[in-house]
């Protein structure tokens, strides 16, 4: 059996009907301050880590480009500040960093940073999943099919969807049959064993899962979980808030949460689609030692949440061709192990980590403690919602980390950021 699968088939049992998934794991492929989807065009107000696919440069060619044909080409690029749901993103990309080669998509939540005592932040490191292999960072994704494997519709060229609202600061949705009530939680590890105890309880309901970042130290580390809606309209591959054409079940065990779930699409959004689930892992385990005296917990999510209610996540669909729609078909298995799914094509971790995309905002955003969370983003600790920081500084601009010539640097306009020396640990 499949080391994974005990646990998935426990689940299941609880839950007594059939489901089929896929797991499979994405390595990082960069952090910056990038969403295309709720800020297009401009640098986002916080910073997500994002996985998936992507357009590399080829080096020596950006010197050759003129100014025109440089943006031109960057605005091409399979993940960008823009992305028009024309783009063909996966012909775009030539390389992906998840473990389907055909998976071109993109997917980003926000960022989980560590407050030092003395005020600074550092961002938390993320570390692989259970049974995911040794890719560097990254999420865990899955496509859950609906129970008794009633047939599903896999996402369409240009859909996209995004779960969860960053500007949250207390718990908005409390009917606990209502899938936005078990949306987006978190898993505090008691210990780093996949079969430990805090690891084998319904996400969500479970007693070491809270939608709040956890209040008390967690020895093994925090799983973030964040669940899409199941139901789409059928006809609108977006919206203007980028939720309305999707939805969740209807009537959620409020015992079981969205893992696996049974539920009913509400007549408004029909369609069964695959459910799309992160699980990303945040290597908590370093900071415990400094936990405050005060006994207030220090993780904050990049947007200036200390309290883990405006936890979200962004998904752009990007498979080749029928890939997703073949592999909902034809890989019905609860283990959702890779190697089982033949319908598609299998990379390496290492081909995975070459996979990658150098952040194009000129500012620190890891590997060293930061004066401030990066953008302009103040702890906002709610019950009401946050809100922008009006006239806010931050740079703005981005630039492309090849060498340019002088010409494409004018243009660019950057600015440098400034940060202060890290304290040790």
């Not at 839950?15 to 295309?36: K, Y």
């Not at 970042?213 to 925090?222: A, E, K, T, V, Y």
């Not at 415990?288 to 200036?304: D, H, I, T």
Request: hydrophobic letters at 35%; glycine letters at 8%.
């Amino acid at each position: 059996m499949v080391p994974w699968r005990s646990l998935a088939t426990s689940v299941l049992i609880a839950s007594r009907s059939a489901h089929a998934l896929l797991r499979f794991p994405c390595s990082q492929l960069v952090t910056q301050r990038f969403d295309p989807l709720v800020t297009p065009g401009q640098v986002s107000p916080h910073v997500h880590q994002i996985i998936g696919g992507v357009r590399d440069f080829i080096p020596g060619l950006l010197p050759c480009l003129t100014v025109v044909t440089f943006f031109s080409f960057a605005h091409q690029n399979a993940f960008n500040l823009t992305m028009d749901p024309d783009l063909d993103l996966p012909n775009l990309a030539t390389c992906t960093t998840c473990r389907f080669k055909e998976d071109k998509s993109n997917y980003w939540t926000a960022v989980m940073y560590f407050k030092h005592p003395n005020g600074t932040y550092i961002r938390v490191p993320q570390i692989p999943n259970h049974f995911t292999g040794e890719s560097k960072g990254g999420m865990t994704v899955y496509y859950i099919q609906p129970p008794e494997l009633t047939p599903v519709t896999a996402f369409r060229k240009g859909f996209r969807m995004i779960t969860g609202d960053a500007m949250y600061r207390t718990p908005v949705h409390t009917d606990e049959k209502s899938g936005e009530r078990w949306a987006t939680s978190f898993r505090c590890w008691e210990s780093t064993g996949p079969f430990d105890y805090s690891n084998s309880h319904a996400i969500g309901p479970g007693p070491f899962d809270s939608v709040n970042l956890p209040n008390r130290p967690c020895l093994g580390g925090i799983r973030s979980n964040t669940f899409f809606p199941s139901c789409w309209d059928g006809v609108n591959l977006d919206s203007p808030d980028h939720k309305s054409h999707v939805a969740f079940y209807k009537e959620v065990n409020p015992r079981m949460g969205l893992f696996l779930a049974s539920g009913i699409c509400p007549d408004s959004h029909p369609v069964r689609i695959p459910s799309v689930f992160y699980e990303t892992v945040w290597d908590t385990k370093p900071f415990n030692s400094m936990w405050p005296e005060a006994g207030s917990q220090p993780f904050v999510l990049s947007m200036g949440d200390p309290t883990g209610f405006g936890h979200h996540g962004d998904y752009l669909f990007g498979w080749e061709g029928d890939s997703l729609q073949r592999a909902m078909d034809k890989c019905t298995g609860i283990d959702g192990w890779p190697p089982n799914c033949t319908e598609l094509t299998l990379q390496t971790d290492e081909e995975m980590d070459s996979c990658t995309l150098s952040p194009r905002v000129n500012e620190k955003v890891e590997g060293e403690y930061l004066p401030n969370l990066p953008g302009c983003n103040p702890l906002q600790e709610g019950p009401l919602s946050a809100t922008l920081v009006p006239d806010c500084t931050a740079v703005s601009t981005t630039f492309s980390p090849a060498a340019a010539t002088p010409a494409v640097e004018a243009a660019i306009d950057v600015k440098p950021a400034a940060v202060t020396p890290a304290p040790a640990l």
